[in-house]
């Protein structure tokens, strides 16, 4: 299997070089050159199977020659060993159509350890020999960073900085990042909100790929869903799911909280392997920038506003990317202008491709703040379950929807790591987990730094260094 940016001049990559690479070096995103697809029988196949050997079979056809299958399944019952529920990721019936998949049974109770706690374990089997350490750069709007921490800390030869936007994630997202003390992991919070981080993010993959600024002497990658290895892991609950409820004979729908695009976009990926996926509902809070580019073809960037679901107050969606290349014929040189006109204008239309494609299967919907507390309490009242404000999001827009098959919303992170919110929804104040029950008395260590390029720049170049 060999990948390829979405802007067309990046080298051409295999799985470990890819995964290693997190962003192209000219600024795009790798995909695979062909989608894998599996038959009927291989996903009949997968019934009764466990989540390990489900991911096996998904991700085989993905890492090539990379790995072989005795070694991804090793790596996947180590990553997969930790989470606290057997079936790691199970299936929840709230009524006679409404499910929710449960996500967020590993360490850092979100459903970035899917992914996150194989990347990380990749990341340490690739760089076995290497001349030179990794230097992993993430930005955060709250549970990618402690998941990804959490994956890192104190593994040999990588090096983590993780921005996150000071006072814009919750108490619980915070300490999960600044109490892990590992002298390989470093919590940058900076002045601004997200899109800010994640634009710092990039800036410095671009300037080192350009050869200019403070970075050259480091090896850099990513751990953000622009890292292709994430996207793949998340990939297998879909199927492990679909299957459950009857798949391959019977269609199931995806209702997806969505920020960044990235676990959707896993979803759209399961769809072109031959998984019947009825329909991919983007399910965005106020911050709306995917419904309206999915209703109307207008993906332009708006003021961030701050939410009680962090995780989607996003205006720039890196991974849609990804999906308007497939959608627009692969044409690399066309997607970069495209990009280019956005980066600029923070502004762009959808071509006519793009929008006929993405409507086939994507239905985009924004939930405004009294219907996500209403999900919570019906939720909590009518079904008994207890669920974060972006779950509700998600559960909200699902039921909002009128199809005629199992509709799956993905429960993307533990009530207990948005107490005040849930609270206040439902009067019920969610305890967290025993086993990160002392999490309010560890001590934090992290730095406070302008959200400017020379700024973080400097302080990665300086403390790498070290």
Not at 69 to 78: G, H, I, K, S
Not at 190 to 196: N, Q, R
Not at 328 to 347: C, H, P, V
Request: glycine share 8%.
């Amino acid at each position: 299997m060999r990948y390829q940016s979405t802007r067309g001049t990046a080298p051409i990559l295999d799985f470990r070089d890819a995964t290693l690479a997190g962003l192209a070096s000219d600024g795009g995103l790798y995909v695979p050159e062909t989608w894998p697809t599996l038959s009927r029988a291989a996903i009949a196949d997968m019934a009764g199977l466990s989540y390990v050997e489900t991911a096996v079979r998904v991700m085989l056809p993905f890492v090539g020659d990379a790995l072989g299958e005795d070694e991804l399944r090793a790596l996947c019952t180590q990553a997969y060993g930790r989470f606290s529920h057997d079936a790691v990721t199970p299936l929840v019936q709230l009524d006679r159509r409404q499910w929710l998949l449960e996500l967020f049974h590993g360490p850092t109770l979100a459903f970035k350890d899917v992914a996150l706690q194989l990347l990380g374990l990749l990341f340490e089997r690739f760089l076995t020999g290497a001349d030179r350490p990794l230097t992993v750069i993430g930005a955060t709007s709250g549970d990618t960073g402690s998941a990804a921490i959490d994956a890192l800390a104190g593994r040999e030869r990588v090096e983590i900085f993780m921005l996150h936007p000071r006072g814009r994630v919750s108490d619980v997202q915070r300490r999960q990042m600044t109490t892990v003390l590992a002298p390989n992991v470093h919590n940058i919070a900076i002045e601004g909100d997200f899109d800010d981080a994640q634009g710092l993010v990039k800036a410095m993959f671009n300037a080192q790929a350009a050869g200019d600024g403070p970075l050259g002497h480091l090896r850099l990658s990513a751990v953000n869903s622009i890292n292709w290895a994430r996207l793949m892991a998340q990939v297998v609950y879909y199927f492990y799911a679909a299957v459950r409820l009857g798949a391959p004979d019977r269609a199931v729908a995806f209702s997806v909280p969505t920020g960044n695009f990235g676990d959707v976009f896993a979803g759209y990926v399961a769809s072109r392997m031959g998984l019947p996926v009825a329909r991919l509902i983007v399910a965005t809070n106020v911050n709306d920038i995917l419904a309206r580019a999915l209703a109307t073809g207008d993906y332009s960037a708006r003021a961030v506003v701050a939410t009680p679901t962090p995780s989607m107050d996003i205006q720039v969606s890196s991974n849609f990317e990804r999906l308007l290349f497939d959608l627009g014929g692969r044409d690399g040189q066309a997607i970069a202008a495209q990009m280019a006109g956005f980066e600029s204008a923070k502004a762009m239309q959808l071509t006519n491709a793009q929008r006929e494609g993405a409507s086939a299967l994507f239905t985009g919907t924004r939930v405004d703040l009294d219907d996500m507390a209403l999900a919570m309490r019906w939720a909590c009242e009518r079904a008994g379950q207890v669920i974060d404000p972006h779950t509700a999001i998600g559960l909200a827009a699902a039921r909002a929807g009128d199809l005629d098959v199992p509709v799956v919303t993905l429960a993307t992170a533990h009530p207990a790591k948005f107490r005040d919110a849930v609270e206040r929804a439902t009067g019920v104040r969610p305890a967290l987990p025993s086993r990160v029950g002392d999490l309010f008395e560890r001590e934090e260590r992290y730095e406070t730094l302008p959200a400017t390029f020379d700024a973080v720049a400097g302080y990665v170049a300086v403390t790498a260094a070290r």
